[in-house]
């Protein structure tokens, strides 16, 4: 039987024989990990022979970081640091599937929306362990009985978090306090500057393929969408900007655009220079930006997040900003809306239609995370840029048809199935045939046809097992 070994160097790319061995394994069920390297057989009962390690990245066990069969939540092996790998906490050989089983008693609609056959990447969940300093700082709360509602001290407490977060990880200093607003999560903070910065019929430019729940909290609000889609290289695309910006304006006592940065489904994170010449245009046309910065935190190697508010041109912008989506905290949520220095008033205006509903537990675990989250989030990241370049392999080698751009941001991947020349859409299909479970892409709209968004957020061995299942349905369909 394959055993994982603990302690192995990472060499940061995936090898051939560790890509076969972890689709080995997850074909065999046996979805556990220990340690870095995999090798070796071990005779039934007996003690592992002499075992070749070969250099891996699989990121270790966040919860034990112990080897294969050292039980369920054990503690890291000595001299090794707990790591907050993609990684489930209980490792158990004896029985298949269990990662996913430990998942499965998580009790969020990810995984409990689909029998327990399906695999389930689909919503912006993680299968991770909490930050230690959030699960800390929660459990202290609890015990202390602090679950009241939250203060203007605790507004200024999340602040002050973000700002010195911003300027650690972006060398942004500009979320002064007086500019910040706690809201209770991304989207109400999003509608509640609709609300105050329109009328009805006022159009709202967003960039396609995008993320559905903005179609339907404006337009349910009388906002009028104006698509802008990105271009075939999943960019924010000027002339299209400018043609969709023009139209908007015209039509609107106030024009907004809903800039979504990093860009939700593509994981596109928008460079500096496509952002002063966004701020350009929405000069010109008078357009207000709202900037999403819901992925902010979740990008690696080369691409580097630039705040919007940051960018030369845009002091009447707003953004709205939450570690929520990085620390996996959505089921504690909060964010801050963020006014350029010629928007405060807009805040003055929000706090009036939304005063309240922010989470006092949720703010609590934001802080945390913020002050004190950064190595946690650093060996996330890099558990995630492991799983993109993972992905790109085991689709380039079982389905290879389908078109994948490895994103820069996010943790999803939006993978293009038209080549596979299906009628009907493939989200349907690899859920009926290979009982895994992906979001479909037509509510994202131009853009969005015959593509899924899968969400890679998991464990090496999922995301091998997901590829298998879609892999299989490819043979079941053809097209
Ligand atoms: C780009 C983007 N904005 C907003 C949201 C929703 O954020 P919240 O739950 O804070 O409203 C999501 C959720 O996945 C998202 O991807």
Redesign the pocket.
């Known amino acids: 039987m394959l055993v994982p070994v603990p302690g192995a160097t990472t060499s940061g790319r995936w090898c051939g024989r560790c890509v076969t061995t972890v689709r080995r394994l997850a074909s065999r069920h046996l979805l556990c990990h220990g340690g870095t390297a995999l090798a070796g057989r071990v005779p039934a009962g007996g003690r592992r022979p002499g075992v070749a390690a070969v250099a891996c990245p699989i990121p270790v066990c966040s919860g034990c970081a112990a080897p294969l069969g050292a039980g369920a939540g054990s503690q890291p092996a000595p001299g090794r640091p707990r790591r907050p790998g993609l990684c489930v906490p209980r490792c158990d050989r004896r029985r298949p599937s269990v990662a996913a089983a430990h998942l499965r008693r998580r009790t969020s609609g990810k995984w409990h929306t689909h029998p327990p056959e399906v695999l389930p990447l689909t ?2 969940e993680m299968d991770v362990q909490l930050a230690p300093p959030v699960r800390d700082a929660l459990i202290q709360a609890v015990e202390a009985g602090d679950t009241g509602f939250a203060g203007p001290q605790s507004t200024a407490r999340y602040a002050r978090a973000f700002r010195r977060l911003a300027q650690h990880r972006w060398g942004w200093d500009g979320a002064r306090e007086a500019d910040c607003h706690a809201v209770p ?4 903070g ?1 509608v509640g500057l609709v609300e105050v910065l329109t009328r009805q019929g006022d159009a709202v430019v967003v960039n396609t393929p995008a ?1 559905p ?1 903005y179609f339907g909290a404006l337009e349910e609000r009388g906002g009028r969408i104006v698509e802008a889609p990105l271009s075939a290289a999943q960019r924010l695309d000027p002339d299209t900007l400018d043609t969709a910006f023009q139209a908007a304006a015209h039509s609107s006592s106030q024009a907004l655009y809903l800039l ?1 940065s990093p860009h ?1 489904p593509t994981g596109t994170v928008h460079r500096r220079d496509e952002l002063e010449h966004v701020a350009a245009l929405a000069r010109r046309y008078g357009v207000r930006v709202i900037a ?1 910065e ?2 902010a935190l979740i990008t690696w190697g080369g691409a580097r997040f630039t705040p919007y508010l940051s960018v030369s041109g845009s002091p009447t912008a707003l953004a709205l900003q ?1 570690p ?2 990085a620390f996996n905290l ?1 089921g504690l ?1 909060g ?1 801050l809306a963020i006014a350029g220095e010629e928007a405060t008033d807009v805040l003055a205006r929000l706090s009036a239609v939304m005063p309240h509903g922010r989470s006092h537990l949720a703010g609590i675990a934001h802080c945390a995370a913020m002050a004190e989250g950064e190595p946690w989030l650093d060996a996330l990241l890099a558990g995630l840029e492991e799983n993109r370049r993972l992905l790109q392999h085991l689709l380039h080698t079982d389905l290879p048809a389908v078109k994948y751009a490895p994103p820069d941001g ?1 943790i999803y991947a939006w993978i293009d199935c038209r080549p596979l020349q299906w009628q009907d859409d493939p989200a349907e299909l690899f859920l009926t045939h290979g009982r895994v479970a992906v979001i479909s892409g037509r509510p994202y709209r131009t853009g969005g046809d015959g593509h899924v968004r899968l969400n890679m957020a998991t464990t090496p061995e999922l995301l091998a097992e997901a590829v298998r299942r879609m892999a299989h349905t490819a043979r079941r369909c053809p097209g």
């Open positions: 919503v912006g999560d991304i989207m109400r999003l993320y729940d979504c939700n999403d819901a992925h939450s929520a989506k959505g949520n964010a996010t």
